[in-house]
């Protein structure tokens, strides 16, 4: 740490050193109305390559030699450009008020600036506008963020309705999701169909997939940073809507007018109630999920600032059947909690700090009652993850030339891979079991943007991890670079190394997310999962479309990567007392993953017609001593051609419609090739009478390891938006078809064994059967704001 420091204070006084005669212009750039700060907003001087973006806190700051006239011009996605001309002769503080597209009573917005994609040193990174997200056509009407950074190129999901995503062949646990700097363990609702993230609360969702900046770790293949709102400073305003599965609410205003705010959001299913009539009252299912997320926010002036936020949600299955004095109940419930305190401190006009204290929680619970008479027996088995941390950020702009970053944060994880309680007044027991094991989680970075040239960008840094376990400590270097080189002023070649390493991960049988998957820490037994990636591509804009072009392919390897042996589970239910005597340590088995590909994407953000395309040629290859003979073989989820189709159109100012289009390779599966019935090894007393030859069960003979392929998938989606101003605000019908042309995509397949008498024999047949999951699905929404 005292070293970070020392480096960072003799970078200050070096770049102090050759800023002799130089000013700099700094400030906040927020929302007209409601003093919302804004992220990644353009500041550029026209007419030249000097430029430099807003931070997650909407600060900027830029260095330039004294002048009696500078202009400089700010630029945001559906915002107003505003550009302002002032003198530099002292250092100026210019705080910036941007008017959204909203508000304006014109479509069109003149000089508007777009962020090209040739001018940013960053590669493998998306961001995607809300407006777009809350545009697209999903399952049920339920906007989704995880189901949109699915239909990007390189991202993959699961399998049908899993809003799991899979991101360059790595596994769900290898995506780094951040909510307000506090992870989320478990992004899922309803067994994976739908997410946790509400749009109504959220700012700015960003995906980056490779050419990691130093800033970022503890995992392979993905970061996903979504930032919430701070809530309108100005008046009270709120958005919400109504649907078939779900309705929301979303609340935000001043708490002291133009210096703290608050918002508050909320969303909950109602399908237990709609699915109670259907169901006797002594058999009954009951589900539902909830979403509670809330920020508060003050403004000290100019140098300190004060957020504190959170994130409460959970979702609650049971079933209930009685049948005289017997009753049964048994279900589960997974829940996330996430708490960030952050403050913010301006040291001066081109330092600037955050410190955030950081709690997150996830955990799963499984219970089962039985009551028959006075007999009582019931069973509690839960798992989950606990983390505390701190985390400490700079931002240091000395000039135009570097952006320097540099940090550290450390978190306490606590792991329960394993707390029972078991209770049985039959044999008049109870017994209370609970594994907890607690690690210490570091890291420290620095990294520097660095433009040495009119036409080269470079993003260089260095992270030091650090883990600590009960019996091991492991320190690893992260090296991360990525360089861009523009051959036009709208044309750039880019490059990106970056090496990984992961301390958690998670341990899954059934490749969908449930929320029985369990997470683990490493160990002096589990080493960290490690990756190497390398990519390279370039980036075009086409200026008078306003469409952005990026080719890019890639290479990642692997190592340590962990999953169960053959047959092994997380819990044996069938036998609780001795559920925690097979350790979690013992079930898994270690290996390595290839994962190679090229993505392309055309994307429009702005206009009338806005969306993207999307295709990935990818191959995804793990192999395991322990499994598939210790040979390699293609992941479940490699996908050799991937497609997606976005398109949003404003037919009128008060009509949008909307589609999708996706193709996907089929999922990698283990088939069966042969069944036959054999003779038990020893024969019953009646057989050994009667002479006779009693067979036993069906054997099943499988090929190699997901050596088939499930059939392709492919799926329309359509939607059409009707909006219509009123005097409190604005109100929004949507109707939209999921699957709209009903295909029948596979979710998983069986084998149907049927017998047939033919004369005095029995023959039998076995088919291969597909179980489709979504039909075509029509639903209707309505929103409203004020």
Known sequence: MKKLFTLLLLLCCTCLSFAQGKYTISGYVREQGSGESLIGVSVYRPGTTISTSTNTYGFYSLTLPAQDSVTLAFGYL?????????????????????????????????????????????????????????????????????????????????????????????????????????????????????????????????????????????????????????????????????????????????????????????????????????????????????????????????????????????????????????????????????????????????????????????????????????????????????????????????????????????????????????????????????????????????????????????????????????????????????????????????????????????????????????????TDRVAPQQSSQVALGFAKDFMKRDIALTVEGYYKKSDNIIGYKEGASFLLIEDPESAEEVRWEDNITKGKGWSYGVEVLLQKKVGRLSGWAGYTLSWTQHQFDSLNFGQKYYARYDRRHDVSLVGIYELRKNITLSGTWVYGTGNAITMPIGTWNAPRNTPTRDESRTGYTYWGMNSTQYGPMNGHRMAPYHRLDLGIQFHKQKKWGERTWEVSFYNAYNRRNPFFYYLDERSTQVGDKYESEVKLKQVTLFPIIPSVNYSFKF
């Not at 399998?159 to 478990?186: H, K």
């Not at 800033?215 to 649907?243: A, F």
């Not at 936020?309 to 996430?338: C, H, M, P, Q």
């Open 78 to 522: 559906g915002y107003k450009s505003q550009v302002k001309t002032l003198s530099l002769r002292q250092n100026v503080e210019l705080n910036i008020q941007l008017q959204s597209e909203a508000t304006l009573k014109e479509v069109e917005i003149v000089g508007e600036r777009v962020e090209k994609v040739s001018q940013a040193v960053e590669m493998s990174k998306l961001d995607i506008p809300i407006s777009q997200i809350k545009s697209v056509p999903a399952l049920l009407g339920e906007k989704d963020v995880m189901k949109v950074l699915q239909l990007m190129p390189g991202v993959q999901s699961g399998s049908e309705g899993n809003s799991g995503i899979y991101v360059r062949g790595g596994g769900p646990d290898q995506n780094l999701i951040i909510l307000d700097d506090a992870t989320v363990y478990n992004a899922s609702h309803l067994f994976g169909f739908f997410s946790l993230f509400n749009g109504d609360a959220l700012k700015s969702v960003e995906l980056t997939k490779g050419g990691f900046p130093a800033r970022y770790g503890g995992r392979l293949s993905s970061v996903i940073e979504l930032n919430m709102k701070d809530g309108n400073k100005e008046e009270l305003h709120g958005e919400g809507g109504i649907g078939i599965l779900s309705s929301r609410l979303m609340l935000e205003g001043p708490l002291v007018k133009g210096k703290s705010s608050f918002l508050v959001s909320g969303r909950r299913t109602y399908a237990d109630v709609l699915a109670r009539p259907f169901f006797k009252e002594d058999e009954r299912p009951g589900y539902y999920f909830y979403d509670l997320n809330t920020k508060l926010n003050y403004d000290f002036g100019r140098k300190n600032k004060l957020y504190l936020s959170g994130y409460f949600g959970e979702d609650r299955f049971s079933i209930l059947e009685k049948d005289d004095d017997e009753v049964n109940k048994a279900g589960f419930n997974w829940g996330n909690a996430t708490g960030t305190l952050r403050w913010n401190h301006l040291f001066n006009d081109r330092l600037f700090a955050n410190t955030s204290l950081i709690f997150s929680r996830y955990k799963f619970n499984i219970f089962t009652d039985e009551k028959d008479g006075d007999d009582e027996y019931s069973l509690r088995y839960s798992s989950g993850i606990r983390d505390i941390g701190i985390k400490y950020d700079l931002d240091f702009l000395p000039n135009p030339q570097h952006s320097i970053r540099a940090g550290l944060l450390s978190t306490y994880h606590r792991f329960s891979p394993s707390a029972i309680v078991v209770k049985d007044t039959d044999i008049d027991k109870f017994e209370s079991k609970v594994d907890n094991i607690d690690v210490v989680e570091s890291a420290v970075y620095i990294e520097d943007t660095y433009r040495p040239f009119v036409n080269l960008r470079l993003n260089g840094g260095l992270r030091l991890s650090h883990f600590y376990t009960k019996n091991k400590q492991y320190i690893r270097p992260e090296p991360r670079l990525s360089a861009a080189y523009n051959i036009k002023e709208d044309l750039a070649v880019k490059a990106s190394f970056s090496q990984m390493n992961q301390y958690v991960h998670l341990l899954t049988n059934t490749g969908i997310g449930l929320p029985t998957d369990l997470w683990v820490p490493t």
